[in-house]
């Protein structure tokens, strides 16, 4: 079943298939060319077509032949519709982050379809755009919600929270709220990347280059990083752990910095791939050579990833499954909507390639 895409007040269906009209042109084949066909209204084609009411089976069978000879093909959004039952998820997700999103979205859209639903899908690029993202949430074509809020303030989660609607939340944890969530476990994939660079490297030589402050992965890993050096006897200098954007750039800029002052050395561990990807291109201008001066590892296990030279280390998270592991969870709560909200957290994977260690292939 294909996502049906749409804005805050919009839904683009699936076209409908062309039938010949006289003089060579086509045009779409609607129920109301069927309903003229066959020779009746369009609810008897509708009741037919829906197997639902009762129709003589002569009728029935007229509408059938029209149906087959014009080659109609009903809208499926429109049969939920009409049929009074939705089965209709909507998403709610921020501007996609690449691979990040797009993933995600594969995955709750495979499952979403696996079990007999259709998403809508409704963007959100900005902050005010949240406050309007109220639209999808108070709307009577979907049956339940799943929305991604990666910023720990994000002024969408009050608009759920007080909507009332069946809801899963994805990559922040308001469960303690009463809404359902799916989370990365995050001081997971943050403990196992630093176990693997504190092989090579002491507590006091040891970054984190994460994403927004706000943002919800980026303050779990920056915990979870400080309290790993704590508990090796390191309290973090400020210097240690730095927030920034999800970008290449941001990178570069904090891998420039930090060779300035003569502090571009040990270890790394970025908040993405990009991020990533940003401080080796900044440590190979700057003569700086990585894994022998400096050791790197992102987040995501992104295509970029693999393409890099060095190829880059990488936290590995399950999107795919993030995103069907929602639908799974949303579907559940439809059926039973007084069970307690609960927190799901997902595994992550530590990929170690030639920008941590030295390796041979």
Partial sequence: MPVVRAGPARIIAPVQPS???PGGERHTVSIHDVAAAAGVSIATVSRVVNGTGVVAAATAARVREAVQRLGYTPNPLAQVLGSGESHVLGIALPKFHGEFMSRLLSGADEEAARLGYHLIMTTITSRSDRHAGRGIVGSSLIDALLVVLTETDDPLASTVLSAGLPTVVIDTDLSAKGLDSVVLDNERGTRDALDHLLRWVEPDKLYFVGGPRTNFDAARRAGA???????RGHKPRPDQVSFGD????????WATRMHQKGMLAGAVLAGNDKIACGIMRAAEDARVWVPDQLRVVGFNDSQLSQLVRPRLSTVSLPMDEMGALAVRTL???????DA???????TTKLVVRESSTAMNF
């Fill in 19 to 21: 039938a010949d009209k």
């Fill in 225 to 231: 990083f400080e309290e790993i050096l704590l508990a």
């Fill in 246 to 253: 999800y970008s290449a750039d941001w990178g570069k800029e």
């Fill in 331 to 337: 579907v559940r709560r439809l059926e039973n909507r």
């Fill in 340 to 346: 307690p909200a609960i927190c799901q957290r997902l």
